[in-house]
C-alpha cells in the first residue's frame, strides 16, 4: 500500500484533550476483562491461572492433612460421611499492555479528526484509564523501527500520568518495522495478559504475522486496532493530488478519479489479507478510520468483547 498524506505537526496535549471527562464517564461503566487465563499479582477482576481459596467457587476435592477446616464442606460431610474441601479460582489483575506505532507514516491526517499517532495514543491513554481504575497492571511500548522506548507493568499511582507523558514524546522520526516491534514486544510481555497494538500495518504482512504468531504463543490475548486516515481508506479526496511517500523519498502527481476505482480494490484486498491472518491467529482485528470519535470506537468495542 502507498503511504500518502500531508504531515502535520504534532501537539503533545491532543490525546489527552481528546479524553472529555464525560467519556471516560461513560467508559468508567464498563469492565476491560480478559477472554482467557491471565497471571497478575492483585486480586481483581480476571481469572488466574492458580488455584486458591477465593471468591469463586471451582470444584470439590478429599479432605487432606493440613487444609483448613473452614472449607469443609459438612452438608456433603453429612450426607456421605466423607470429607471434602471447597475450592475456587482465584482472581488476578490484568496485565495490559499497550504497544503504539510511533513511525513516520503514522503522522499521516488528510480527512481525519487528527493524525493517526494523535488517534492511537488516544486509544490508548483510554485503556490505560480503564485498567488503572481496575487496578491492573499497564505497560506501554512506542514501536517505529524496533520497541523504541517501553514502561514496564505497573499499578502504581501515577502510571496513567507517566504514559501520558510519554505518547506525548513521540517523534515520529524512524521507519516502520512492525514485525521485528512485534517480536520484540513479545520478549518484553512476560506475563500472560492482554497485549493492545495500535498501528496502520503498513509493512510486510508477513512479518506482522511471524510478530502476532509469537505473542500468541505466549499465552497473550491479542488485540490489533488498524488505524487508517479516511483518505488512505477510500481516497476521499477529488481532482489532482500530490501523493508523499512518508517514509521515504517517493511522491507522484495523479489524479483521483483516474485511480479510484483500482486504489479501493487494491487496499480492499491488502485488509483482507490482514483480517485473513488475524482469524488464522486468534487476533481481534478492529479496523478504523479516523474520522470517528475514539471514546466513541473504544466503548463499541467494550460493549462487543462483553456480549
Known amino acids: 500500500m502507498i503511504k500518502n498524506s500531508r504531515p502535520t ?3 503533545a496535549s491532543r490525546q489527552t484533550a481528546c479524553l472529555r471527562p464525560e467519556e471516560l464517564a461513560r467508559l468508567n461503566s ?6 482467557g487465563v491471565v497471571e ?3 486480586q481483581g477482576l480476571h481469572r488466574s491461572p492458580f488455584v486458591g481459596f477465593s471468591v469463586e467457587f471451582s470444584s470439590h476435592r478429599r479432605y487432606g492433612p493440613g487444609d483448613d477446616l473452614r472449607h469443609v464442606n459438612w452438608k456433603v ?3 456421605q460421611r466423607k470429607l471434602y474441601v471447597k475450592e475456587f479460582d482465584a482472581e488476578t489483575n490484568l496485565n495490559l499492555y499497550l504497544f503504539v506505532d510511533a513511525s513516520r507514516s503514522m503522522q499521516c491526517r488528510v480527512d481525519g479528526v487528527m493524525t493517526k499517532r494523535e488517534y492511537a495514543s488516544t486509544l490508548a ?3 490505560a484509564w480503564m485498567a488503572m ?3 491492573d497492571t499497564v505497560a506501554l511500548g512506542l514501536m517505529d523501527d524496533g520497541i523504541s522506548s517501553y514502561l514496564d507493568p505497573s499499578a502504581k499511582p501515577g502510571r496513567w500520568e507517566e504514559c501520558l507523558t510519554l505518547l506525548s514524546q513521540a517523534d515520529g522520526k524512524n521507519v516502520t518495522a512492525l514485525g521485528k516491534s512485534l517480536e520484540q514486544a513479545s520478549a518484553l510481555a512476560r506475563h500472560r ?3 493492545a497494538i495500535f498501528s496502520d500495518l503498513v509493512d510486510d504482512t508477513t512479518a506482522i504475522e511471524r510478530g502476532l504468531v509469537q505473542l500468541r504463543h505466549r499465552g497473550h490475548e491479542v488485540v490489533l486496532f488498524h488505524l487508517l486516515d479516511p483518505c488512505e481508506r477510500y481516497l476521499t479526496q477529488q481532482g489532482r493530488l500530490r501523493v508523499v511517500d ?5 511522491q507522484l502527481t495523479t489524479d483521483a478519479e483516474g485511480v479510484r476505482s483500482a486504489y479501493r480494490k487494491r487496499v480492499d484486498r491488502w485488509c483482507g489479507e490482514l483480517a485473513d491472518l488475524c482469524v488464522r491467529q486468534g487476533v481481534d482485528r478492529i479496523e478504523l478510520t479516523t474520522d470517528k470519535a475514539p471514546a466513541a470506537v473504544l466503548f463499541d468495542y467494550m460493549v462487543q468483547r462483553s456480549t
Open 30 to 35: 464498563l469492565e476491560l476483562r480478559a477472554r
Open 133 to 135: 481504575k481496575q487496578r
Open 193 to 195: 495478559g492482554i497485549v
Open 40 to 42: 497478575g499479582f492483585l
Open 77 to 79: 460431610f453429612a450426607r
Open 9 to 11: 505537526e504534532h501537539t
Open 246 to 250: 512518508m517514509e521515504g523519498s517517493g
Open 125 to 127: 491513554a483510554a485503556m
